[in-house]
Each structure stands twice: as C-alpha cells, then as structure tokens.
C-alpha cells in the first residue's frame, strides 16, 4: 500500500487478555519500528526490525511484551495478560533503511478496562 | 537530564505572530535532527529536517547548535492550520537507527 497500515485502529480489551497489533509497513522499507505514546506522553520506543531480526529490544517494558516479523513485512506486537498501564496508542513506523526518516501509520488504540 | 527537551508550552498566538520552539539534546553524538508535527489524535508526521547551516521551507526555519545541544524553529505569519503539537526529535550515533522524541510542544493559532 502506499502508507503504513495499523489494525485494529481501535482495540478495548479486558485486564488480563492479550492482544495482538498488527503493522503492514510500506513495501519495500527494511527498518520498522513500534512505538507507543500515552495521554499527555511523548513516544516511548519499543522495539526496531531490520528486515525480520530486531537488533534492539531494549524498549519493551516487560516481557508480557514481544513482537515478530515475518518475511520481511508485517510485524505483530504482542501483549500478554493486559495490564491498565498498557493503555496507550501504538504506533508503528517504517523506513527505506536506518538512516532514513520515517513513516508512521495512524497507531492503534487500546484501552485495557 | 532527558535525552530530549522541550518548551513545555502550550503556546496561543494570534494568527500572523511569529512563534520559536526550542529543544536541547543530552546526547553530543547525535547526528540527525528533525521537526515532526503531530495533529490531535493523528500519527507524527515529518515537518523537516534540521541541517547544521540552518535551513528553511517557507515560513518555517530551522535552525541547529550543535556546541550548545540546542535546537529551534520559528514559524513565521503563523495560520490557523499550524495548530498542532511540534516534536522535536533526535538521532543519536553509534546505532543510527533509532528516533528519540520530545514531548512536543502544543501550539494554538488563534483568529
């Protein structure tokens, strides 16, 4: 597609379930990233991909948090047993190569009640 | 000390004022620098880019430090449509990879 695509865009869940977001970055693009940003919050890095392997991990919070990427395309975070402080929009981004700028996609909203 | 800081604002000004956002960085090594604008409730989006001889696109310029870590842009004869938070965001070396962002600043043109 021509943009970065989130789903679902919208997403309440209760305490305790796990999620799953998805990203379809822009063809072509080796470098994604997952970010999150909460009310009143800048962006919280998560997590980076090139190609299918992530370098750098080092922002997920807990380890009730993973991701994948399968053939060098869509990504899929994961959340286990959602916690409140998990609310939050994640967004996710992708680039020709680390050293170009990004795209983001419009974020997926979760709301754990 | 934050890897990225910004005026908190939130800044009002009437429509055709000149209005400057400032934003330090912690990191010396950093070697990329950008504006993003986010709109309320949309994804960041890349206003420009912040080149070490300062650079401008219209009615914005921006403009780089780097002895001093600072980072500004002044948008001049400020529109309604520059309602919006600005993010200042940072590149730092050895990984090049990843952006850092501010927490934005929030602007309010006002008729």
């Known amino acids: 597609g021509a943009g970065v695509s989130q789903s679902p865009s919208n997403k309440v869940t209760e305490k305790g379930k796990d999620v799953e977001l998805r990203c379809d970055p822009i063809?072509?693009?080796?470098?994604l990233y997952w970010y999150r940003q909460s009310l009143g919050q800048g962006l919280e890095f998560l997590i980076y991909?090139?190609?299918?392997?992530?370098?750098?991990k080092s922002g997920l919070p807990s380890d009730r948090f993973s991701a994948e990427r399968t053939g060098g395309s869509v990504s899929t975070l994961t959340i286990q047993r959602t916690q409140q402080e998990d609310s939050a929009v994640y967004l996710c981004?992708?680039?020709?190569?680390?050293?170009?700028?990004?795209?983001f996609g419009s974020g997926t909203r979760l709301t754990v009640v | 000390r934050k890897e990225v800081e910004q005026d908190p604002g939130p800044f009002n000004v009437p429509e055709g004022a000149t209005v400057a956002f400032n934003c330090t960085y912690s990191?010396?090594?950093?070697?990329?620098f950008f504006w993003y604008r986010q709109d309320c409730r949309k994804e960041p989006k890349l206003l420009m880019s912040?080149?070490?001889s300062g650079n401008e696109d219209g009615r914005f310029t921006a403009q780089l430090n780097r002895a001093s870590q600072y980072i500004s842009l002044l948008i001049r004869d400020s529109k309604l449509s520059d309602s919006a938070t600005y993010l200042c965001v940072v590149r730092s070396g050895g990984s090049n990879y990843k952006l850092t962002f501010g927490k934005g600043t929030l602007l309010t043109v006002n008729p």
């Open positions: 990191n010396s090594a950093s070697q990329s």
């Open positions: 991909f090139q190609g299918n392997s992530a370098p750098d």
């Open positions: 912040v080149y070490s």
């Open positions: 063809s072509g693009h080796t470098a």
């Open positions: 981004a992708s680039s020709f190569d680390q050293t170009y700028g990004y795209t």
